[in-house]
Nanobody
Framework: QVQLVESGGGLVQAGGSLRLSCAAS????????MGWYRQAPGNQRELVAR???????SYADSVKGRFKISRDNAKNTVYLQMNSLNPEDTAVYYC???????????WGQGTQVTVSS
């Protein structure tokens, strides 16, 4: 099985930056996708960003131009650089991984990001 460990969340002022990390460990033979979801109180879960094993990236319109996702394949780690943060970015951010044969979905425990005005 696969375990995802997240780090980097915290409290930041509007306009500031944070960098989230998610390291995958366990029986990983293939990874198709890694990325980040977020959920704020009263909101639906939102796909923030994703990156494929081939390096293709995609972003939610709400974060495009401000956030950047990247990966380190040797460490099975995905990062989310978040710049120009605003209070609307406040949420619990969840790392996810899609991989293996057959394909399975794995989730991190979540890390809180709070942006103060």
């Amino acid at each position: 099985q696969v375990q995802l460990v997240e780090s980097g969340g915290g409290l930041v002022q509007a306009g500031g930056s944070l960098r989230l990390s998610c390291a995958a460990s366990g029986s990983i033979f293939s990874i198709n996708v890694m990325g980040w979801y977020r959920q704020a109180p009263g909101n639906q879960r939102e796909l923030v960003a994703r990156i494929t094993s081939g390096g293709s990236t995609s972003y939610a319109d709400s974060v495009k131009g401000r956030f950047k996702i990247s990966r380190d394949n040797a460490k099975n780690t995905v990062y989310l650089q978040m710049n120009s943060l605003n209070p609307e970015d406040t949420a619990v951010y969840y790392c996810y991984l899609v991989g293996g044969l057959p394909l399975k979905n794995y989730w991190g425990q979540g890390t809180q990001v709070t942006v103060s005005s």
